[in-house]
């Protein structure tokens, strides 16, 4: 495929293709993550709460796969841009290698930590009994997602985004399958209990490389993982983690906030930390398909960047927002209409439900404003402005949100932890207007 399309074909169209595969892709995801919550909540309560005091480690692991994988993919894309395909070479075979030694330590790490994890948030015996078993086989497929996300940002950076929707859908719907016949042992299956869920939830991924590397095999891509390009080069390696470990730590900011989120709730309630951990399952249905918009925008504007199109970037970057605007809008009606329902997927008590619904409604206030720093904060790292990008991430999940939440749940109780989401949303606004017209003068 000749990869000057990118600079080539009218920008809305373009986006379109690369973004729409992608956007299916996420709600299908999200889907996944719904529906996989669903089936462990039918286990019991204290089921979903050991998933969600999970999550945070869970969502760390896959931080660092696809914070390395959005470094990858803007040395690839503009590598390609610039007309240097062995230096794309470059950057892909020593992500790989790179991405394969995170998964390994990851696995190590995370595995030896949980235990102790567990405890600073419970003393449910069952709880902490539960989770230990969900991360424990969830875990053993760390270096399993990294190797699958590689692939996944490789593909993307050389706009081949209906290869990603294939994986994905593969993974996540083999996942939806698996997920009540190793949980409840249906047929031949063994009745695992959460640790099926977990079962699932790997054997999804690794179906997810398969696809991937049969492409890869298959129908090759321009961009090469070579023997060739194995010697040492450092300016590669500092380039990929210029741009990887700004975009691990925006990812994984949320992990870190969740944790504090549940050490301030927990004061109030466990219902509370269900209520939180069913709500950053909620919001994959708004933040993944407008995530999938931005994959297909990374390598777009990279692409660009790396060409010297400052008209197409700026134009790539306006439609992007936009689009992202009306998902959000979409989000909030769906919040406000129907948050009673949502929350009754996941439990059953009556208490729990009327007051995520409460919370649901709240946070849902800042969705759409949220739209212009998730657009900026992915247009930065498209264009390997890591640093801008994760002094935006910074404000959205450390700077503001964690002193105002515990400021106003001294006031308010949980709903000043609610209450504080909004409000950060709106000054991280500000400030990733503030970071664009930066960039945009500078370049």
């Known amino acids: 495929m000749n990869d000057t399309f990118m600079k080539e074909k009218p920008v809305g169209p373009l986006l379109a293709s690369m973004a729409l595969p992608m956007v299916f892709s996420m709600l299908v995801n999200s889907l996944y993550n719904i529906v996989d919550s669903f089936f462990v909540a039918q286990i019991s309560e204290q089921a979903m709460t050991a998933l969600s005091l999970v999550y945070p480690v869970q969502n760390l692991i896959n931080a ?36 394969v030694i995170h998964g390994i330590l990851m696995t190590v790490i995370s ?19 539960m989770g230990h078993e969900y991360s424990t086989v969830v875990f053993l497929f760390s270096t399993v997602i990294s190797i699958s996300l590689f692939f996944e940002k490789l593909f993307q950076a050389v706009g081949r985004m209906k290869v990603s929707m294939i994986a994905l859908l593969v993974g996540c719907i083999s996942n939806i399958i698996l997920d009540p016949f190793l949980i409840w042992g249906i047929g031949f299956f063994p009745k695992m209990g959460i640790r099926g869920a977990a079962l699932a939830t790997g054997i999804g991924q690794v179906l997810t490389i398969v696809v991937y590397i049969s492409f890869y095999i298959l ?37 870190f906030l969740v944790s504090f989120l549940n050490s301030v709730l927990a004061a109030y309630s466990d219902s509370y930390v269900v209520i939180l951990g069913v709500y950053y399952k909620l919001q994959t249905f708004l933040y993944l398909p407008t995530n999938g918009i ?7 504007i990279g692409y660009n960047f790396g060409a010297q199109e400052m008209k197409r970037v700026k134009k790539i970057f306006r439609l992007t927002l936009e689009a992202s605007c009306v998902i959000m809008f979409l989000g909030t009606a769906v919040c406000l209409l129907a948050s009673g329902q949502l929350m009754g997927l996941f439990t059953t008590n009556p208490e729990t439900i009327a ?51 515990w400021i106003l749940s001294r006031l308010m109780g949980p709903e000043g932890v609610w209450n504080a989401f909004w409000i950060t949303e709106v000054f991280t606004a500000v400030v990733s207007v503030v970071i664009y017209r930066q960039m945009l003068r500078k370049a």
């Open 64 to 99: 660092v796969a696809i914070g390395f994988g959005i470094g990858i993919n803007a040395r690839v894309s503009y590598h390609l841009g610039a007309g240097n395909k062995k230096m794309a070479d470059t950057a892909a075979t020593h992500g790989f290698i790179l991405a």
């Open 111 to 129: 595995i030896a930590v949980m235990p102790a994890f567990l405890r600073m948030y419970t003393q449910d015996e069952t709880v902490i009994r």
């Open 219 to 255: 129908r090759p891509i321009p961009v090469r993982v070579t023997p060739k390009a194995i010697k040492a080069s450092k300016e590669t390696d500092l380039s990929l983690y210029a741009i990887g470990v700004p975009a691990i730590l925006n990812l994984a900011l949320p992990s």
């Open 294 to 300: 931005i994959q297909g925008m990374r390598p777009l």
């Open 355 to 405: 007051a995520g619904s409460k919370a649901l409604k709240i946070i849902s206030a800042g969705f759409i404003i949220s739209a212009v720093s998730v657009t900026t904060s992915g247009a930065m790292e498209g264009l390997g402005k890591g640093i801008q990008s994760l002094v935006i991430s910074l404000f959205r999940y450390v700077i503001v949100i964690m002193p105002v939440a």
